[in-house]
């Protein structure tokens, strides 16, 4: 039976990868693109990381929500605390009980996080023909090369070669796995009017520009966190000329 079993296991480990690359078999895979936050010296290019706001919030969160991410953090990339504040109470929140132990709506204050556009899940599935839209708080770390895989995504959309068919309601992208997706192309040319009319609203800049805020939301820590890994690996430097330096002194007075 031992030896059944690790037989199984074996013929598992090999099939398994197997398998996932022929499911993958035909997705066209993105183009390498530059981002600022790439790398251990990484920035976000915080306008980019705003207007990408706005193109979540006026493209993106009829359909996508963003539960993981609260509005304080918006003064993370440039948004005063007023500003912040303003922002949320645009959305409504459902809170409660109260007194009478019924749940109420509510403007969203600081501590909330973005709402949900969903009721629940299966509210989800059925306005969207059964497909259950993904939340976008961590979809750049849950898809690998995320930021190139989701821009390349939403600008990849195209006819459908002549030997696929596209069943009613769907689309073809040769980016997703399997090349068929439900979610109709969610952006186009001059979709979106940004304050700054220098920005050019080609599809192009709005996926980049939501790519950019994507990345803050799944990791809005990053800039710190690579800091403090810079500080490290400077101590660490620092502390192993000391060690060396040291170990040197002592053992010159010793005979050998």
Partial sequence: MHVFRSSLLAVALLVTPALALASSAGQKHPEQLEWSFDGVLGKLDKPSVQRGL???????????GLKRVPFRKLTDIGFSEAEAKAFAA????????????????????????????YANDN??????????????????KAR???????????????DAPHDVTVPEGAYYNPYF???????????????????????PTTKDQIARDVVNFLQWA???EMEERKRMGIKVMIFLAIMTGVFYATKKRIWSNLEH
């Fill in 90 to 117: 645009e959305y409504t929140v459902t809170d409660g009980p109260n007194d009478e132990g019924e749940m109420f709506d509510r403007p969203g204050r600081l501590s909330d996080k973005f709402p949900s556009p």
């Fill in 54 to 64: 706005q193109v979540y919030k006026e493209v993106c969160a009829a359909c996508h």
């Fill in 144 to 158: 690998p090369d995320g930021a190139n895989y989701v821009h390349a995504l939403l600008v990849g959309y195209e």
């Fill in 123 to 140: 509210a989800a599935r059925s306005m969207n023909n059964g497909a259950m839209p993904p939340d976008l708080s961590l979809i750049i």
């Fill in 177 to 199: 796995p399997g090349g068929i997706i439900k979610m109709p192309p969610p952006i186009s040319d001059g979709q979106v009017t940004y304050q700054n009319a220098d920005t």
């Fill in 218 to 220: 799944a990791e809005p």
